[in-house]
T-cell receptor, first 114, second 114 residues
Framework: KAGVTQTPRYLIKTRGQQVTLSCSPISGHRSVSWYQQTPGQGLQFLFEYFSETQRNKGNFPGRFSGRQFSNSRSEMNVSTLELGDSALYLC?????????????FGPGTRLTVL | AQKVTQAQTEISVVEKEDVTLDCVYETRDTTYYLFWYKQPPSGELVFLIRRNSFDEQNEISGRYSWNFQKSTSSFNFTITASQVVDSAVYFCALSDPTGNQFYFGTGTSLTVIP
């Protein structure tokens, strides 16, 4: 079974630009979650999607948004990039909704904002 | 509010030594879920274990063991006879009873020296 895939693996953007990251969950998984990992703030939950609906959201500004498609693939968008958005963005999928069970993580997208 | 504390930022041990990674959590909920994840240098988090708050049995899986003590709000992780491949960052995490929020600790970076 293929694991969670994230594209692209690396991105370099400049301040003010916007970026879209993509995540393909494990086949059959309907829940996709996004996390931001930085040296200063650690791993922080961004949002969770289940069956194309955003179920939960972490404490991030509205510049961070996402969506999920009918095939469970998810995209995350960050608009008006700031230097502090430089981070590793991790996507995870699970078979059920919520965080009671095991999440399977992708390799992440390393975003650098210059 | 929920919180996970991993006081040990970095640990170094010599191969074959035993090592314990500490995790202390805070929650007002009586039902919750605790997790450990491993993040090797490749960046992809790997699920190790899940424990719900009603199951205080300790668990052993090969060289790994977990000690869950509700009385001290701790969920510690021990690696016996450590190996170089155990070098990684280990995260303890907590989800609330609804499974709608997920909180990671700051992680403990373990280096096993050959």
């Amino acid at each position: 079974k293929a694991g969670v895939t994230q594209t692209p693996r690396y991105l370099i953007k400049t301040r003010g630009q916007q970026v879209t990251l993509s995540c393909s969950p494990i086949s059959g998984h309907r829940s996709v979650s996004w996390y931001q990992q930085t040296p200063g703030q650690g791993l922080q939950f961004l949002f969770e999607y289940f069956s194309e609906t955003q179920r939960n959201k972490g404490n991030f500004p509205g510049r961070f948004s996402g969506r999920q498609f009918s095939n469970s693939r998810s995209e995350m968008n960050v608009s008006t990039l700031e230097l502090g958005d430089s981070a590793l963005y991790l996507c995870a999928s699970s078979s059920g909704q919520g965080f009671r069970g095991e999440q399977f993580f992708g390799p992440g997208t390393r975003l650098t904002v210059l | 509010a929920q919180k996970v504390t991993q006081a040990q930022t970095e640990i170094s041990v010599v191969e074959k030594e035993d090592v314990t990674l500490d995790c202390v959590y805070e929650t007002r909920d009586t039902t919750y879920y605790l997790f450990w994840y491993k993040q090797p240098p490749s960046g992809e988090l790997v699920f190790l274990i899940r424990r719900n708050s009603f199951d205080e049995q300790n668990e052993i899986s090969g060289r790994y063991s977990w000690n869950f003590q509700k009385s001290t709000s701790s969920f510690n992780f021990t690696i016996t006879a450590s190996q170089v491949v155990d070098s990684a960052v280990y995260f303890c995490a907590l989800s609330d009873p609804t499974g709608n929020q997920f909180y990671f600790g700051t992680g403990t970076s373990l280096t096993v020296i050959p």
